[in-house]
């Protein structure tokens, strides 16, 4: 007998990478929950393009999620994120925990604006950079393993802010390796809860699968390239 497939009951509309969708997506492979990915670069670009009136939610930048019977749909990955987190489980049920998870999940989309320069408004300069990964970068992550260490996340029951923080850190690593001593010198106990999730089966595998599709690419375009050039050069 053929195993059941489930049909997904949502899409997310995002670039063909993971980057930001995969704060998404990641919660979805974590409940091995189905989800429908729509990657195709033309069809992310004629969306984002629509005028705001004839879009089904007025919105600039992807991730949107839409859920396929009712056609609702939302964009802003935290708005994406807690919305689903109800559903998935994995919103913690206190309100003030709550509100400490969306606090970590900021904090991460906050990281990957500073990284990416704004979505690449502009490119890395050394100095900037130099300042980025020896200053502002250590103090994040210092944010970040303040904050496991008074419980806000790394719990025994995990919340999206767990998977944000995997999704932040967990594929930082797996593209920017040159990063994980970084991460590892100033975030290690967070380095080790990220191991802990992204040893969670489902959740593996659909990382694996990111990765046969995507290789190693990140944010995509000139700015990772920018990165790119940043981090080999401290390597000199
Ligand atoms: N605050 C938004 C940011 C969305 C965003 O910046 N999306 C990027 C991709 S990661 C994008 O394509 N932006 C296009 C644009 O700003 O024109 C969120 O968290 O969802």
Known sequence: MTPEVKEADYELLYWPL??????????????????MEITDFDEVNEQKARLPSEQPIPFIGPPTLR????????NQMPAI?????????????DPLDAAIAL???????DILMELCRYNGSIM???????EFRSQRFPRWLAVLEESVARGFFGRERASFADIGVYALLGNMIRCLPELE?????????????????GAQPSLASFVDGHEKRYGKLYCGGYIEESIRKMLEMDLR
């Open 103 to 109: 606090k970590i999940l900021m904090d991460c989309n």
């Open 181 to 197: 001593t970084d991460i590892v010198s100033h975030a290690p106990r967070t380095r080790e809860l990220c191991t802990k999730i």
């Open 124 to 130: 890395w300069e050394r100095e900037a950079w130099i």
């Open 81 to 93: 994120v807690t919305y689903v987190s109800q559903e998935l489980h994995l919103m913690p049920e």
């Open 18 to 35: 993971p980057f930001r969708g995969c704060f998404v997506s990641y919660l979805f492979a974590y409940r091995d929950v189905p989800l």
């Open 67 to 74: 859920h396929r019977n009712t056609g609702f749909t939302l």
